[in-house]
């Protein structure tokens, strides 16, 4: 089982819309949690790290479920440019402490 | 300010041909690292540094070589390329050793275009 699963998509949305994305975990031990951006033919930057009480910035939204070892983006009111992929990163904890894990990445469009 | 840089963005090679690419950060971040990126595969680290003549071992270190002479500097080596080696590899570096504490903010590079034929 790889250490984080993510939901290639794509996802297909039109302006203004909400879409969300869910990553999952499978080391329970985990010690934090952030969303990269990365677009077409870009390197990854990062977004927004993810807290246990949840955080927003904007338009986005970030969850972390520890029960059930995912995490969550909420992007509200879409806009042409939040086109890109998303990459779940997930930093290990136990024997992984500090090692860095990143998921496949969801590809977003949003189209006008 | 330059940030991570890595040289070159492309190349072709014939596979059996080595090649060095090569990254330099003006950040002064301890912590280092060399991934690839591969379709429907995610970022995958090869090899990684948390400081000055000090490498590790990643995911997929086989067929690759590195080494960190100047703190400044990391450099990835094929020695003998294969098709297989065919990916974009990223350089990134952080301040501090992800997990302890920090950001967990990987800073990349934009990356080196790699064909073995």
């Not at chain 2, 990684?48 to 997929?60: L, N, Q, R």
């Not at chain 2, 050793?97 to 990987?106: D, H, I, K, S, V």
Request: net charge positive.
């Amino acid at each position: 089982r790889k250490e984080v699963e993510q939901d290639p998509g794509p996802f297909n949305v039109p302006e203004g819309a909400t879409v969300a994305f869910n990553c999952t975990y499978s080391n329970s031990a985990s010690q934090s949690f952030f969303w990269y951006r990365q677009d077409c033919r870009k390197e990854p930057k990062l977004l927004m790290s993810v807290y246990s009480s949840g955080n927003e910035d904007g338009r986005f939204t970030a969850q972390l479920n520890r029960a059930s070892q995912y995490i969550s983006l909420l992007i509200r009111d879409s806009k042409l440019s939040d086109s890109a992929t998303y990459l779940c990163v997930v930093i290990g904890g136990g024997s992984t402490l500090g090692r860095l894990y990143f998921g496949r990445g969801t590809q977003l469009t949003v189209w006008p | 300010n330059a940030g991570v840089t890595q040289t070159p963005k492309f190349r072709v090679l014939k596979t059996g041909q080595s090649m060095t690419l090569l990254c330099a950060q003006d950040m002064n971040h301890e912590y280092m690292y060399w991934y690839r990126q591969d379709p429907g595969m995610g970022l995958r680290l090869i090899h990684y540094s948390v400081g000055e003549g000090t490498t590790a071992k990643g995911e997929v270190p086989d067929g690759y070589n590195v080494s960190r002479l100047k703190k400044q500097n990391f450099l990835l080596g094929l020695e003998s390329a294969a098709p297989s080696q065919t990916s974009v590899y990223f350089c990134a570096s952080s301040y501090s050793r992800t997990g302890l504490g920090n950001t967990g903010e990987l800073f990349f590079g934009e990356g080196s275009r790699l064909t073995v034929l």
